[in-house]
């Protein structure tokens, strides 16, 4: 597993009353236990210059989801918002497997993969103390979450989280027919999306920014962008998913 393999991305929309166009990417490293993980982005915040009591919308997927979710638990007060995309809430199998064969071949533990355990005292901890911020969250996964089997292993059920679902009109009738009682979903977003493509899903993308939009505006001072067509054209495809 090479270095760049290793990586997964947390992006934080930070200081969002002066930066609303601009998802700033901290990389966070697998080696490291995912409580670390949750410093690590604090200290990509100071090192890009950021004030770290500015407010911030952290968006995190994959692994990172985790992260971000932990980091704002931890952060309540400075995090306004948080963003989960294609997220192990339930852990990944694949991720112990992983673990155990790279400290088979190269003797190195790697405790982030091992925290994605199903089960873990991590995610334990995690599940426990995700009330605290239940209210801020909103949780986007795909019907094709390839890496999380079964899929709704990445639905985060606990109220007042928001869940919104990539699927098409068949997967989504598939998905009331099976999982409706436990697994409901606040939000439909027409698409076909797999887990590697959905931080470069543009619909994905505009869900992201309108809720950026939307803690801009509670916070009082919203300034004027210019937008670009697409971009407008795509914040428009989310406010109608979203109502």
Known sequence: ???EHRKMRAQVAANVRHHPDELATVTLIQDFKEERLAEHIRAGLLRQGRDPGDPVVLVGHSQGGLAVLRYAIDHPEQVEQVVTVGTPWRG??????????????TGRDLP???DMRPGSPFLTALWHDIGLIA????NIYSTHEVLISPYV??????AAVTNVLIASDSEYEAHLRTHLDRYSIDVLLNARVSH???????LVRSVIWQLVDQVDERLGDRPTVDRTRQDRTDRDAADDALG
């Open 1 to 3: 597993m090479n270095a």
């Open 92 to 105: 990944a199998r694949l991720a112990g497997l992983t673990t155990d064969v790279a400290h088979a071949l």
């Open 112 to 114: 982030a993969l091992r």
């Open 135 to 138: 209210d801020r969250v909103t």
């Open 153 to 158: 292993n990445a639905h985060i059920d606990v």
């Open 196 to 202: 590697l493509g959905e931080m470069n899903s543009p």
